[in-house]
């Protein structure tokens, strides 16, 4: 099985930087996600690590470390638009179904 | 990407009846998934729908209570079966190819049981 953990609220101001961090435990791994959710809305794609580092998209750069089973959402310049739920999810190697940890809801504050 | 449709949007029903969800895709993909999003809470999956044999159902789901159907690579339906208020939930199909990583999401059935 496995049991994913992230932080349940950060408030962050805009322009700022913020960190969201993820650990996990899982039997196998073949990848981390995270996704952005606006209330009412469906999961969208942020970035996926499979191999331990720093990948940087824009904004957004998501950082993983197999060994320590952790990874991190790194969110910079923040714009109002950005506040959210952000779901780390692991995908496991038997039947590539992803789990979800439960989200951190984003403020981004004037 | 992955253009993936559901219907209904939303359906308001009334309790010891039964919903089936629709979710179709624009194009084939090797797996496809139903997730469960209650309120205030994350996602949880439900089953992994199998194209041509049985779904595969996770612990505490039953395929009595979410019968579902996979009858080609592109379409699936998920049923909620003699409904409670404890079935008031978003309920999402998922998808993603063999060879690529991303998986996508629907954009949900709104659930409300009276």
């Known amino acids: 099985g496995q049991n994913i953990d992230q932080p349940t609220e950060m408030t962050a101001t805009e322009g700022a930087i913020v960190q969201i961090n993820c650990t996990y435990q899982?039997?196998?791994?073949?990848?981390l996600f995270w996704y952005q959710q606006h209330a009412g809305e469906a999961p969208t794609f942020l970035s996926y690590n499979v191999l331990d580092g720093l990948e940087e998209k824009g904004r957004f750069s998501s950082f993983l470390s197999r060994s320590k089973g952790y990874s991190y959402l790194l969110l910079k310049e923040l714009q109002m638009k950005d506040s959210a739920s952000y779901l780390c999810?692991?995908?496991?190697?038997?039947?590539?179904?992803?789990?979800f940890g439960a989200g951190t809801q984003v403020v981004v504050t004037p | 990407s992955a253009v993936i449709s559901q219907k209904p949007s939303r359906d308001i029903c009334q309790r010891g009846t039964s919903l089936t969800i629709q979710c179709q895709v624009d194009s084939q993909v090797t797996m496809m998934f139903w997730y469960r999003q209650q309120p205030g809470q994350s996602l949880t999956l439900i089953a992994t729908?199998?194209?041509?044999?049985?779904?595969?159902?996770e612990s505490g789901f039953v395929i009595d209570k979410f019968p579902i159907s996979r009858p080609n690579l592109t379409f699936s339906t998920l049923t909620v079966s003699n409904m409670s208020p404890e079935d008031s939930s978003i309920y999402l199909c998922?998808?993603?190819?063999?060879?690529?990583?991303?998986?996508?999401f629907g954009p949900g059935t709104r659930l409300t049981v009276l």
């Open positions: 899982t039997s196998g791994f073949n990848g």
């Open positions: 729908a199998n194209q041509g044999s049985e779904a595969t159902y």
């Open positions: 999810a692991v995908r496991d190697t038997t039947r590539g179904k992803l789990q």
């Open positions: 998922s998808v993603y190819r063999q060879g690529g990583y991303e998986q996508f």
